[in-house]
Nanobody, 125 residues
Framework: QVQLVESGGGLVQAGGSLRLSCAAS????????TGWFRQAPGKEREFVAA??????FSADSLKGRFTMWRENAENTMYLQMSSLKPEDTAVYYC????????????????????WGRGTQVTVSS
């Protein structure tokens, strides 16, 4: 079992930055696929970024603004968000799964067995 806890969300003005963290416990994330997703009110959960087996995947619409990385020694993954826009407002979730991910599978919520509870990010205009 893997437990995931997100932190770092909050209220930020448009153009600002935030760094989200996702601390894992129960298992080492080193051999796990990990990802970030977000869900805005009234919308489906959507893919943000993922890492698996040395590969990194990012939503095309967010490339250049959002960056994901992992610190295996801390068993923590991060999401750096910059040039934030009001449309980035959402609950952000981290996820993990023991199976490797590739470009098609990395974006699917059904491919991840473990989820955090989410952290709210609100971007004001």
């Amino acid at each position: 079992q893997v437990q995931l806890v997100e932190s770092g969300g909050g209220l930020v003005q448009a153009g600002g930055s935030l760094r989200l963290s996702c601390a894992a416990s129960g298992r080492s994330l080193g051999n796990y696929a990990t990802g970030w997703f977000r869900q805005a009110p009234g919308k489906e959960r959507e893919f943000v970024a993922a890492m698996s087996g040395g590969r990194t995947f990012s939503a095309d619409s967010l490339k250049g603004r959002f960056t994901m990385w992992r610190e295996n020694a801390e068993n923590t993954m991060y999401l750096q968000m910059s040039s934030l826009k009001p449309e980035d407002t959402a609950v952000y979730y981290c996820a993990a799964d023991s199976r490797p991910k590739f470009s098609r599978s990395s974006i699917l919520t059904s491919e991840y067995a473990y989820w955090g509870r989410g952290t709210q990010v609100t971007v004001s205009s």
